[in-house]
Every structure is written in structure tokens, then in C-alpha cells.
């Protein structure tokens, strides 16, 4: 099951930041939040990871609340390519072989960008 | 260049019949994964593998058969048993515990009719 509960759809207008949020309420200490994103008929895209620091790179910022029980993707500048369903997924990152090494999608975000 | 394809894009069977699906990588990754799509609805996973000739059911493995004779190739096989296999079928290949180093597919789209 997924661990995270994420609103089914959000809007935000072109040019604006837009905020996708997540709640992982039972978050291990040892599990990363992570973003991935599809959009429509492709497979999904990662975007940005973290464990207890905020993260940025060139997609995107993640915001980790203190007691890590959410997050925030924030999408600085918001385009009509940026229309995809988001996920949050949290799990543990590990390397090497084991049992667990699958990624669980929820029912993510669906982020319309309106023009 | 290095990637991971699908193939077909689309394909249509009658009911009945079993049908592979092609995922081929060029990226020297260990793992492989296969997960089905329907309309509105997240990633579900059906199989995935981790090494050559080995392979895990995941949470809808009913009616589906894979293989990993390869390291590049772990193709999937909806047979009859399947009762609703129409569905966006999606392939995904990683490094052994890199999450964000997972590459998707392009997908293919089966439809049973």
C-alpha cells in the first residue's frame, strides 16, 4: 500500500509557483520522500528526493516539514508542460539486492496548469 | 543513446489469446519491473526481477508470466487467464536501490477485444 495521501487534482495558473503537497504521517526515520511525475500516455519521471533537508535542483524544490510527516514539490514557475499526475512515494533507499526494491504508486496529483 | 523500449506502442488481441509485451534496456541495470495502468488510476506492479532467472510476483501477478532469461530483456505475458488485460502497460528498469534512477518506458497500450 501506498504511505502517503496526496489531494486527487489541483489547479494553478501559468507563470505561478505551484505546491503540491503530501502527507506521510507514518514516515521511518530511515525512509526518503521522493517525486516522480507522468504525464499523459508516458512513463513516469523522477523529479527530486530528500530525507530531512529542504532539496532543489532544476525541476524542482521539496520541502520536508520538521517532524517529516509531510512535504511540499514546489514548481517555481509553473508551464502547460508541467500538466502531469505528481507522486509521492516514501521508502527506505538502499543498495544491493533485496525483496524490497520496488517503487508503490499512489493515485497521485493531477496538476492542471490553466493558461 | 541509452534507454529502455517497448514495444508495440499499441496493440490489439482478441479474447482469448495470450500476448507478449517487448522491454528491452540498454542500460545495464540489474533490475526490471513491469506495471500496469488504467484510465485514472496509479502504477500497479505485476512482476518484477532483480537479477537473470530470477523474479518476484508483485501485487496483480494473476494472469500475467515473465521471463529474465537476459539481462536486457524481461518481456511479459498476458494470457487468457488475465480477465480484464485491456490496460497502459509500463516498463521500468533501475540500478539496484537507486529509487530516482528508475527509467521508464514509453508504454504500450492493450487492447483485448
Known amino acids: 500500500d501506498a504511505k502517503t495521501t496526496q489531494p486527487p487534482s489541483m489547479d494553478c495558473a501559468e507563470g505561478r509557483a505551484a505546491n503540491l503537497p503530501c502527507n506521510h504521517s507514518t514516515i521511518s526515520g530511515n525512509e526518503y520522500v521522493y517525486w516522480y511525475r507522468q504525464i499523459h500516455s508516458q512513463g513516469p519521471q523522477y523529479i527530486i528526493h530528500?530525507?530531512?533537508n529542504n532539496e532543489t535542483n532544476e525541476m524542482a524544490s521539496l520541502i520536508i516539514t520538521e517532524d517529516r510527516k509531510s512535504s511540499t514539490l514546489i514548481l517555481p514557475h509553473a508551464t502547460l508542460r508541467d500538466t502531469a499526475v505528481y507522486y509521492c512515494i516514501v521508502r527506505v533507499a538502499k543498495s544491493g539486492r533485496n525483496r524490497d526494491d520496488k517503487i508503490i504508486f499512489g493515485k497521485g496529483t493531477r496538476l492542471h496548469i490553466l493558461p | 543513446d541509452g534507454g529502455i523500449t517497448q514495444s508495440p506502442k499499441y496493440l490489439f488481441r482478441k479474447e482469448g489469446q495470450n500476448v507478449t509485451l517487448s522491454c528491452e534496456q540498454n542500460l545495464n541495470h540489474d533490475a526490471m519491473y513491469w506495471y500496469r495502468q488504467d484510465p485514472g488510476q496509479g502504477l500497479r506492479l505485476i512482476y518484477y526481477?532483480?537479477?537473470?532467472?530470477?523474479?518476484q510476483k508483485g501485487d496483480i501477478a494473476e494472469g500475467y508470466s515473465v521471463s529474465r532469461e537476459k539481462k536486457e530483456s524481461f518481456p511479459l505475458t498476458v494470457t487468457s487467464a488475465q480477465k480484464n488485460p485491456t490496460a497502459f502497460y509500463l516498463c521500468?528498469?533501475?540500478?539496484?536501490?537507486?529509487?530516482?534512477?528508475?527509467?521508464f518506458g514509453s508504454g504500450t497500450r492493450l487492447t483485448v477485444v
Open positions: 530528500g530525507l530531512k
Open positions: 521500468a528498469s533501475s540500478i539496484l536501490g537507486q529509487i530516482y534512477g528508475y527509467t
Open positions: 526481477s532483480q537479477i537473470v532467472n530470477d523474479f
